[in-house]
């Protein structure tokens, strides 16, 4: 079975800086789409920066110049650099792994347990 392990999420100042790191255990990373998303108190959970595989990276707006989304196939591990960050960034971030399992389009999702990031003003 696939996990997912974040760690990296911490107390920092606004403009400082924090990398998180997704650990994708039981399967290799590359076989998956992998992603980052967020979910501040109060809100619904949203989609921060993913990569589909083989593909390109893609973020939201409201991170875009922020955030860095990374892989390193030889850890098995997703990384998110989070330069700039700003009171609004406060929530806690999870890692998420998608795979096409059918030719009908029948996907299966993977979430890890979240790592807390919290900005100071």
């Known amino acids: 079975e696939v996990q997912l392990v974040e760690s990296g999420g911490g107390l920092v100042q606004a403009g400082g800086s924090l990398r998180l790191s997704c650990v994708v255990s039981?399967?290799?990373?590359?076989?998956?789409?992998i992603g980052w998303f967020r979910q501040a108190p109060g809100k619904e959970r949203e989609p921060v920066s993913y990569?589909?595989?083989?593909?390109?990276?893609h973020y939201a707006d409201f991170v875009k110049g922020r955030f860095t989304m990374s892989t390193d196939n030889a850890r098995n591990t997703a990384y998110l650099e989070m330069n700039k960050l700003a009171p609004e960034d406060t929530a806690v971030y999870f890692c998420?792994?998608?795979?096409?399992?059918?030719?009908?389009?029948?996907?299966?999702?993977?979430w890890g347990q979240g790592t807390q990031v919290t900005v100071s003003s």
């Open positions: 998420h792994a998608r795979r096409v399992v059918n030719v009908e389009g029948a996907v299966v999702d993977f």
């Open positions: 039981g399967s290799p990373i590359d076989e998956y789409a």
């Open positions: 990569i589909i595989t083989g593909g390109d990276t």
